[in-house]
Structures are given as structure tokens and as C-alpha cells.
């Protein structure tokens, strides 16, 4: 099975899957490894393959062993397979070897003994680091050409309650949203999920070695379509 070739890959290459993945998706994938073998919950392998399948170009070792099957098609997962597997990467497991992650980021610190971040607690540190990037207000966007109840626009709900728009999305002056912008929010599906969409904006992309948001207006708007519809077909 394909998710099972690329977990069997990961102690191999552990350290520079963590540095392609980016601090989240790193985070993430940390705290699901350390769930392998201690429930049946078959839902953490896929997730697990869902960040591959995100964070690395198509020529990875690891993104290249879960081409070998139908990536992440619903299927029996050989729970004591993966437990097995997870023995190799537990050893993994320590501060030492996760340079970079986020020291506010629950369950990094120990690894191998604690308790591993729940999604919920993954997510509020995810949102926090979103919410902090620079961002428009409902009157700014509208000076800036837009509408901000447009569903294409990746808006964010902070905490205490308001709204905030990321400033990525919008070129300078009033021209309005970037092109290559509303066809990934809309292809990526924004209006149902601006967290993730945002994340994918705003954190180190393995396909482009680059944080998207950074290469629009550089002439890179075929690069940045090409890594969204891969990951728009692989999930």
C-alpha cells in the first residue's frame, strides 16, 4: 500500500522531510507519527499522507513511495503493519533531530515520552500564526478594489470575534485581487476551508522551495498553478 511505503520511508529521511514540510506541517506530522501504533484510528495515516502529499515535490523519496499506489484512496489500513513502522520512527522522536519547530507548539518539547498535540491544539497554533501575518481590514479591502464578502477571498475569524483579510492575496495600488490568486483560492476551495488555504499561501512549499505568497508578482504564476492543482489532484 502506498501510505505504508511512504511511513516505511520516513526514519530514513526524517530530518529533511521535516525541513521541506515547513513548521506547521512539520508539527503536524510529528504529532501524528507519535499516534502510530497507539490507536486503530485509520484516519492517521491518511493524514499523514495528506501532509506528504502538501509539503514535498513529486521526486521525494518519501512523496515518490505514496505514488506508488492510489494515494489516499479509503482503504483497510494494516494497523499492525504500521505499528511496526512506527517502533523505527518513534527512536526519531527527539528534540534533536526537529530543529526549527516552533517553541509554542504544543507537545514539541517531548517528543518521545508526552502526549502529542491534538488537532485542535495543532489548529489554535496554526490559526495564531496566520492571524499574525499581515492583513486588511473590511475598509481596506475595499479600498484596495475588492469586495470583501467575495467567497473567493481567504478571509479569517479572529479569536475575540471581527474579521481579517491576509495582504498577500491583493496586488498593490487598487488593483484588486492577483489573478493566479482567485483561481488557486478557488481551486484550492477557500470559502470552505481558509484556514488550510491560507497555510498553504503562507508556509514553505516543497514543490516550489518557496513560500508561495512571496512569489506572486514575480512572474512565477505558472509555477504556483502547476503545485496547487497537484495538490488539488493528489487530495
Not at 133 to 159: F, K, M, N, T
Not at 182 to 198: S, Y
Request: hydrophobic residues 40%; charged residues 25%; aromatic residues 4%.
Amino acid at each position: 500500500m502506498a501510505i505504508e511505503d511512504a511511513i516505511n520511508a520516513l526514519p530514513e529521511h526524517w530530518d529533511d522531510v521535516l525541513s521541506q514540510l515547513g513548521q506547521s506541517r512539520a508539527a503536524a506530522l510529528t504529532a501524528l507519527v507519535v499516534r502510530l501504533g497507539r490507536d486503530d484510528d485509520p484516519q492517521v495515516p491518511t493524514r499523514i499522507a495528506q501532509l506528504l502529499v502538501d509539503g514535498l515535490p513529486p521526486r521525494h523519496p518519501v512523496r515518490r513511495a505514496l505514488a506508488g499506489g492510489r494515494l489516499l484512496e479509503s482503504s483497510p489500513i494494516d494497523a499492525r503493519g504500521i505499528a511496526r513502522l512506527h517502533d523505527r520512527l518513534h527512536d526519531r522522536l527527539t528534540p534533536s533531530v526537529t530543529p526549527g519547530l516552533p517553541g509554542d507548539l504544543p507537545g514539541t518539547s517531548d517528543l518521545a515520552g508526552g502526549e502529542p498535540p491534538t488537532t485542535a491544539e495543532i489548529l489554535r497554533a496554526v490559526t495564531d500564526r496566520l492571524l499574525a501575518a499581515p492583513a486588511y481590514s473590511e475598509r481596506e479591502v475595499r479600498q484596495h478594489g475588492a469586495d470583501p464578502e467575495d467567497p473567493v477571498l481567504i478571509r479569517l475569524r479572529r479569536p475575540g470575534g471581527g474579521r481579517q483579510w491576509p495582504a498577500f492575496q491583493f496586488a498593490s495600488g487598487q488593483a484588486g485581487l492577483f489573478p493566479v490568486v482567485r483561481t488557486i483560492n478557488t481551486l484550492l476551495g477557500a470559502a470552505t476551508d481558509p484556514i488550510g488555504v491560507a497555510d498553504w499561501w503562507l508556509s514553505r512549499n516543497g514543490w516550489l522551495d518557496a513560500q508561495p505568497s512571496l512569489l506572486l508578482g514575480r512572474g512565477a504564476d505558472d509555477d504556483l498553478l502547476s503545485a496547487a492543482r497537484a495538490v488539488g489532484s493528489a487530495v
